[in-house]
């Protein structure tokens, strides 16, 4: 048997020109014995050239979800420009999807509802995979790609874990750059705006979802005083202009980091967080405005308590996470991670992005740098979340 046929498939590709792109990693991908498969690109591609190419390559053969990225992680770990792609052989897998379109006006209730249809047909589609495999139990997780700049990602979260069940939902908000004007996420043959899309992956092989941050909460905190919870901005803290505290407070405990200059490099290394459900979570800043106040990435209310996040040694937590999944699933086939973005630009301010590259590398780690991501109910930022797959 070809080996392309019963090995999860991973090709990337730089090539400008998205058919070239995909002509270059179907000679690693075998099409015609795939599942189900994931695509992760750079937002500099022509969306609808892009589509009809992976559409011609897919030929509706299987389902393919996908979303555009604020970086992929490819074989070669970090990488931009390029596209990430990954194939599930039909011999140990199988795949269904539901889209979500409008998210303005999402309804949870019909969502639950298409949900729990894709669970049944999960679960049809598993008595197969058991008799393939002789009885042996069959794994199932859940994919989820929602538009990072919906601003519904708490929601739609929340709902589709509660329809998945014990199903538990992994994934990552899709990016543009840094550009944050237009994202896309790409499920039946096309590239879709405010839109998300859901996954669920069944297979005989060990499957194990995770979540690793970088961060621990320090011993500043700060109370938000004024927000827009709608729109995810504050506009005080401490009853001050939000943008003016939070970097007074910064520049009081990070003596490497100059306050004046408020960039995204800034924000990565230096994260409020909240705590919620026994435990802290980054709660990352996205953008300081003119007018002093902060865009945040996730769900942001007035009275909310704030700490400032002081950084772990990355490389040991990374290296700690993949002990934790190497336990789980045993010898590791491959990693579908959803990085943060501010993860990727922390790591490249401290000059660790090669030797991160390397760890991704080793333990087959694809995926895109996001928005945010999705781990069970929660939406979550500055994480490295993920799928790891067990031979």
């Not at 006006?105 to 679960?123: I, K, N």
């Not at 579908?336 to 993860?343: G, P, T």
Request: glycine residues 8%; charged residues 20%.
């Amino acid at each position: 048997m070809d080996i392309r046929t019963c090995e999860v498939g991973v090709a990337s590709s730089h090539a400008s020109d998205p058919f070239e792109a995909f002509a270059q990693m179907g000679r690693t991908i075998d099409p015609e014995h795939l599942a189900g498969a994931v695509m992760f690109c750079s937002h500099r591609y022509d969306r609808e050239a892009l589509a009809r190419a992976a559409r011609g390559w897919a030929m509706e053969r299987f389902p393919m979800i996908g979303c555009t990225s604020s970086g992929e992680l490819t074989e070669a770990g970090y990488d931009e420009d390029s596209i990430s792609l990954i194939g599930f052989p039909a011999e140990s897998f199988h795949m269904v999807s539901h889209r979500f379109d409008d998210l303005a006006h999402f309804d949870a209730s019909a969502a639950r509802a298409a949900v729990r249809d894709l669970v049944a047909r999960a679960e049809v589609a598993s008595e197969t995979l058991a008799l393939r495999a002789m009885g042996r139990r069959v794994n199932h997780a859940a994919l989820f790609l929602v538009d990072g700049l919906s601003h519904s990602e708490e929601l739609l979260a929340m709902t589709v874990q509660d329809a998945l069940g014990e199903i538990p939902l992994v994934g990552g908000s899709s990016g543009d750059g840094l550009m944050f004007k237009e994202t896309g996420i790409y499920s039946d043959g096309a590239f879709h705006a405010a839109g998300a899309v859901v996954a669920i992956l069944s297979t005989t092989r060990p499957l194990h979802v995770f979540r690793r941050q970088h961060y621990k909460p320090g011993a500043v905190k700060m109370v938000v005083t004024g927000a827009d919870a709608g729109a995810r901005r504050v506009t005080e803290i401490n009853a001050e202009p939000a943008a003016q505290e939070y970097l007074r407070l910064v520049g009081e405990i990070h003596a490497g980091i100059d306050p004046s200059q408020p960039d995204t490099a800034l924000f990565a290394a230096c994260p409020p967080m909240v705590r919620a459900g026994g435990d802290y979570h980054v709660r990352a800043v996205q953008t300081a405005h003119a007018d002093g106040s902060l865009t945040f990435y996730c769900a942001i209310d007035e009275g909310i308590v704030l700490t400032l996040g002081e950084p772990v040694d990355q490389l040991e937590s990374l290296n700690a996470t993949m002990a934790e999944i190497r336990e789980a699933v045993g010898e590791i086939d491959h990693i579908i991670a959803f990085d943060c973005v501010l993860n990727r630009i922390n790591a490249e301010r401290r000059q660790l992005g090669r030797p991160i590259s390397e760890i991704y590398r080793r333990h087959g780690v694809v995926g895109f740098n996001t928005y945010g991501e999705q781990f069970h109910a929660l939406h979550v930022n500055q994480t490295f979340s993920g799928l790891a797959i067990g031979r």
